[in-house]
């Protein structure tokens, strides 16, 4: 059953007078519990405290895009990237941790507004005979019909309920920022262990060529046997070489299918779907030119930083939430409804029931409880203050780190390249010396062990070096940038210094 609520304005408004003088009198005594002396100095520093010019300096380069893969000529990688942002069970972690900061953004926001409830009760009861109930009541059955319909108001004077909505819409943007970290985290894997494939089936052409040389000095050594040249010893060694080799290529085989099991988890799929990876046909991709204004841009461009940054803006927000606590609150209330015995007067203006008023509560005495509660707020403040800085501070050393990584690795590249042009030409040379009689088994085998390891060299310096640039690209962001989302701070964030409000009470 509905009702409909019709009160006398003179009865839900109380007198202006009442509530200046009520209020007036609560601030005088407010002065029990106050929140002087609790404050902090702390604050978020700018990019530029940290010198970096020598170690990023501006090259003129550009910021990563959000298809940075495919820069290294292989189809197949933007494909598994694509393909696991859209399965990996990472992504739907991130996705719900911000379906319920939202919910907390929603419940934050329904505080700003007045709330309506109605209910109705029917009870069937014996009353006694022997209190204030009539002789047509006491002694009998009856039932009791009660009908009601409220409202009420927080009025919010000093911003606690304002506040607590931004402090969610601020924790609602570090899971955003979260998010994007976990997709550029997971596109980085994903590139990083795709390569560490690549390394792998390079490697193991390489040992499969080195199967061949010791086959093909095997094969010189006991034609050297036979014509009296070498012995036995030289026999064996040359055919347990053989088998170390092959030893190698299966273990390479081994390793090859792990790595392709890891593919398949980071695709959000089981181990065959790893399976069925084509061999990597990855090219070196584009040259590292660092981009201007790296470390100022920066904090826009890595979700890491932006998501530190709403962290010290939400914990700002709850200094400033905590502080409306020692200020009264006002709540406005009314209900009206109909309350009766019986159902025949049930529906009559005799059975109406009318409520209404202001309430004002303030903490006078709470032993300490408010301002240890402000306390732990400030102490969040920090702490979030320090995770940002470090956060920023780690952010700029990790690109100086990869920067200084790929270029020691084009240099090694170049001596690398050389040395292996030299010890294959060595080892050729040694073979043919020996398959003419003119020098020792050893001196083969050495050239070989020689030429071996230069080419395994080069092989892993190239690998490493696509690692460098694909952590580079993380480093940058990954093409993330916060202008082009909600993520970016505003100018009613108090973001430019985020120091804390030091106002005393």
């Known amino acids: 059953m509905e009702t409909t609520m019709i ?18 009198a609560l601030l005088t005594l407010g002065g029990c519990v106050n929140f002087a002396g609790i404050k902090s100095d702390h604050h978020i520093e700018a990019p530029s405290k ?5 170690s990023l300096p501006a090259e003129g380069g550009k910021w990563p895009s959000l298809d940075w893969s495919e820069q290294f000529g292989d189809p197949q990688l933007p494909r598994l990237i694509d393909e696991a942002l859209k399965g990996n069970p990472d992504i739907d972690e991130a996705r719900a941790r911000i379906d319920k900061a939202a919910s907390y953004v929603g419940n934050a926001n329904s505080k700003l507004y007045p709330t309506v409830n109605a209910s109705y009760s029917w009870t069937r009861e014996l009353n006694t005979e022997n209190t204030v109930y009539p002789p047509s009541i006491g002694g009998a059955w009856n039932s009791e019909n009660t009908v009601m319909e409220g409202a009420s108001w927080d009025l919010d004077l000093w911003g606690k309920n304002h506040e607590r909505l931004r402090q969610a819409t601020s924790d609602e943007k570090v899971a955003q920022a979260e998010m994007e970290e976990v997709r550029i985290t997971l596109a980085a894997s994903v590139a990083s262990t795709y390569n560490e494939l ?23 050594t006991n034609g050297r046997v036979v014509a009296g040249l070498d012995t036995n010893v030289e026999k064996q060694t040359a055919t347990g070489d053989i088998a170390t080799t092959r030893t190698t290529v299966s273990n390479l085989d081994g390793r090859i299918t792990v790595v392709r099991y890891q593919l398949g988890a980071l695709l959000g799929a089981g181990p065959d779907r790893g399976l069925a990876i084509a061999v990597p046909t990855l090219g070196t991709g584009d040259a590292v030119v660092l981009p201007d204004s790296l470390p100022a841009d920066l904090v826009s461009r890595r979700p890491d930083i932006v998501a530190a940054f709403w962290q010290v803006d939400a914990a700002t927000h709850g200094i400033k939430e905590a502080k409306a606590e020692f200020y009264p609150d006002v709540n406005l209330s009314a209900a009206v409804g109909l309350d009766a015995f019986g159902w025949g007067r049930f529906l009559t203006a005799s059975s109406r029931q009318i409520s209404a008023g202001p309430a004002i509560h303030l903490p006078i005495f709470d032993a300490g409880a408010l301002r240890s509660q402000l306390k732990g707020r400030y102490a969040d403040f920090d702490y979030d203050v320090a995770y940002y800085n470090k956060t920023l501070i780690n952010a700029l050393s990790d690109v100086a780190s990869q920067v200084t990584l790929i270029r020691s690795t084009d240099k090694q590249l170049v001596d690398a390249q050389q040395a292996f042009d030299a010890q294959s030409q060595a080892y050729r040379l040694a073979v043919v010396r020996y398959g003419s009689g003119l020098t020792q088994q050893l001196q083969v085998l050495n050239a070989d062990d020689n030429r071996l390891a230069a080419e395994e060299a080069v092989a892993n310096l190239t690998m490493d070096r696509r690692n460098s640039q694909v952590a580079l690209i993380k480093a940058l962001g990954g093409g993330f940038e916060s202008a082009s989302t909600d993520l970016a701070a505003s100018a009613s964030a108090p973001g430019a210094s985020h120091a804390a409000d030091k106002t005393s009470h």
């Not at 940290?50 to 020598?54: F, N, R, T």
């Not at 499969?208 to 010791?214: D, G, K, Y």
């Open 7 to 24: 009160v006398h304005p003179s009865v839900l408004r109380p007198k202006r007078s009442v509530l200046l003088i009520a209020s007036a």
């Open 50 to 54: 940290y010198e970096a010019s020598e």
């Open 198 to 220: 690549a390394r792998l089936y390079r490697l193991r052409d390489i040992a499969a060529q080195e199967l061949r040389n010791r086959e093909e000095i095997g094969r010189i």
